[in-house]
């Protein structure tokens, strides 16, 4: 299991089977995002398309297997018994899911390294205090801008909404929400350490993927 850095930030790709363009397998397209540059993956099913367990278990191991190949963190979204069954490095979680000190006691007493954790932050009232936050590697804000990757996603931040949380914290920063090739240009000079991202990967054709990966990291 790897250890948190923050330079696992830079190009950061949020993937469940929902996210990609109908017939791709996941696994080919996280091995080929992951041969393209991505920094790391977060596996994250949603909505009405999600599988059953056992296929999420066996998608979950798949990515363990391809993420470990190119030595990149596996970050499992909300689902901690998953994250200790496939062995991921670290759990994203939001809000309204498990809490911060139920989550490090429950990875503490059944593991021997636990994976290190990520909270969604998108306004100043959300952020924990001192204590908690120390458990957290990073903190992930937004919606940045627009998005139509996420059912249930907050208010749009935008901008003036990141500098918030960028003032009230000294975790590292991952930018979500509608980053793309196009509007990262309005991030580069914000100290954050990397973006999140779905469809700007997910929906892109796959022999661009270098080049855009290597656009939405140019900066950081
Ligand atoms: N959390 C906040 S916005 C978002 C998540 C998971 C969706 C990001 O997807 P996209 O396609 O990069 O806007
Ligand atoms: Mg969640």
């Given at each position: 299991m790897l250890k948190f850095e923050t330079n696992?930030?830079?190009?950061?790709?949020?993937?469940?089977?929902?996210?990609?363009?109908?017939?791709t397998d996941i696994l080919e397209f996280v091995a080929t995002a992951l041969a393209s540059g991505v920094t790391a993956v977060q596996y994250r099913e949603k909505g009405l398309m999600a599988p059953n367990d056992t296929t999420k278990q066996a998608i979950?191991?798949?990515?363990?297997?391809?993420?470990?190949?190119?030595?990149?963190?596996?970050?499992?979204?909300?689902?901690?018994?998953?994250?200790?069954?496939?062995?991921a490095d670290g759990i994203h979680i939001g809000q309204s899911d498990v809490k911060v000190t139920e989550l490090v006691n429950i990875l503490t007493q059944r593991s021997l390294r636990p994976p290190f954790i990520g909270?969604?932050?998108?306004?100043?009232?959300?952020?924990?205090?001192?204590?908690?936050?120390?458990?957290?590697?990073?903190?992930?804000?937004?919606?940045?801008?627009?998005t139509n990757s996420k059912q249930d996603a907050d208010p749009v931040i935008g901008i003036a909404g990141l500098r918030k949380i960028i003032a009230i914290t000294n975790l590292p920063i991952v930018a979500i929400g509608g980053i793309d090739y196009n509007n990262i240009q309005y991030l580069k000079n914000l100290p954050i350490s990397g973006v999140a991202i779905i469809s700007a990967l997910t929906k892109a054709p796959i022999n661009k993927l270098p080049t855009i990966v290597q656009q939405l990291k140019f900066n950081f």
């Open positions: 696992m930030l830079q190009c950061y790709l949020v993937v469940g089977r929902q996210d990609l363009k109908p017939g979950a191991l798949g990515l363990r297997r391809v993420t470990k190949q190119y030595n990149v963190p596996l970050i499992i979204d909300d689902d901690w018994q998953l994250a200790l069954q496939c062995q909270l969604s932050v998108s306004t100043p009232e959300q952020m924990p205090n001192a204590t908690i936050a120390s458990h957290l590697s990073y903190i992930g804000s937004g919606p940045i801008f627009a």
